[in-house]
């Protein structure tokens, strides 16, 4: 889903890049964003970095949420 969203975010010029690959990336999972322990104790960790027109840097963004029941 956060693919897709900055995607046309992307298509819609919002974002710095020639193409999506330049433009942001999206990091989920074991090993990427989370540890074995993460994934036992229920969170979620996305990592996504966007090159937004200003500042023409690339921002970080980190959402983390705790599975329900977990």
Known sequence: MIVNFLTNVWSQ???VG????????VA?????TMTAN??????MRIT???AIIRPAEFIV?????QMQGA
């Open 13 to 15: 010029g919002a974002l």
């Open 18 to 25: 020639q193409s999506p690959v330049e433009a942001f990336s």
């Open 28 to 32: 989920m999972g074991l090993g990427e």
């Open 38 to 43: 993460d994934i036992l104790d229920g969170y």
């Open 48 to 50: 996504v970095k966007v």
């Open 61 to 65: 963004i980190t959402f983390q949420q």
